[in-house]
């Protein structure tokens, strides 16, 4: 078997591959990658589960609730990353994204297509991040108007796959047609 990490297309190849499978499959781990963004006191970072990973279109896709600090975060700064890390592999996969939010009848077939028990995580009240006393303060509710489409545009992907006799380093960029360039790890 030959190693994908030995080519810059191949590395690129494999990295779409484990998305795509991320997902689909409930314990890859690109399933639940690490979002970071900019908050209002610095840096926020949270796992998130991905939803969708279109190589032809350079597009990825979470869903949260609409009332959620990262949605106002990304309003007020589209640009966020992904980091994802494949502990077979020893790969760390950084995406860099520019995200846009879909609400209202943009994300209808979305909510029309998700189980009635996924929709009560949109919804739910008090607002995600709200202050509560106990846990069961918290009641789990479906509401279409709080449910919205995260949805990025890749730009860049940057890849660390460890290794022996070395570790390997590639970025790619979609500015440059995603042709990738080696650096050094």
């Known amino acids: ?43 926020e ?4 589960v991905l939803r969708q990973a279109k190589r032809s279109k350079n597009r990825i896709e ?4 609409l009332r959620a600090a990262k949605v106002d975060e990304l309003r007020a700064n589209p640009q966020a990353s992904l980091v994802v890390w494949e502990p077979r592999a020893k ?18 077939p979305y909510w029309q297509a998700m189980p009635d028990p996924a929709r009560t995580l949109y919804g739910g009240t008090p607002a995600p991040g709200t202050p509560i006393a106990q846990p069961q303060d918290h009641v ?3 509401k279409d108007g709080a449910y919205c489409v995260l949805r990025g545009t890749v730009v ?7 290794g022996l006799p070395r ?4 970025v790619f960029r979609a500015a440059d047609g995603w042709q990738g360039a080696w650096r050094a790890p």
């Not at 570790?167 to 590639?170: E, G, K, L, V």
């Open 1 to 43: 078997m030959s190693d994908p990490f030995e080519t810059l297309s191949g590395t690129l190849d494999e990295v779409w591959r484990r998305l795509s499978r991320g997902v689909v499959e409930k314990r890859a781990p690109a399933r639940h990658p690490v979002m970071a963004t900019v908050g209002a006191e610095g840096a």
């Open 45 to 48: 970072a949270r796992i998130v």
């Open 62 to 65: 979470v869903h949260s609730d």
């Open 91 to 108: 790969l760390q996969i950084r995406l860099r994204v520019r995200f846009e939010v879909l609400e209202g009848d943009a994300v209808v």
């Open 140 to 142: 789990a509710g479906a």
């Open 156 to 162: 860049e992907v940057e890849t660390l796959q460890l």
């Open 167 to 170: 570790h390997r380093r590639a």
